[in-house]
């Protein structure tokens, strides 16, 4: 069972930086891409960063240009450095992960994390 545990967050003034990293556990996975998604109070999920295997990126217009994703493909893990922090990037962040099994099942999977809270104050 691939589980995804997210690291960082936490209180930060506008103009600093924070960096999340998210690490996918469970034995014989493939990880197809990995993601940033973030939702603030009385909002709708939306995606922050994205990378596929191929470390190829895709990013939410709010964010381009400040926010940096990466990914380390031996540790099943990706990061997201912030920069340049606003107010309105307030919100949990959460990991979602999409891959699939390369034992038994061979099922793909659909993964998210329990979110990290990022706090930009004014």
């Known amino acids: 069972q691939v589980q995804v545990v997210e690291f960082g967050g936490g209180d930060v003034q506008a103009g600093g930086s924070l960096g999340l990293s998210c690490e996918a556990s469970g034995s014989s996975v493939s990880l197809i891409a990995m993601g940033w998604y973030r939702q603030a109070p009385g909002g709708q999920r939306d995606l922050v960063a994205s990378i596929d295997a191929g470390h190829s990126t895709n990013y939410g217009d709010s964010v381009r240009g400040r926010f940096t994703i990466s990914r380390d493909n031996a540790k099943n893990t990706a990061y997201l450095q912030m920069n340049s922090l606003k107010p309105e990037d307030t919100a949990i962040y959460y990991c979602?992960?999409?891959?699939?099994?390369?034992?038994?099942?061979?099922?793909?999977?659909?993964?998210w994390g329990q979110g990290t809270q990022v706090t930009v104050s004014s």
């Open positions: 979602h992960a999409q891959g699939y099994y390369t034992s038994g099942s061979y099922e793909r999977f659909d993964v």
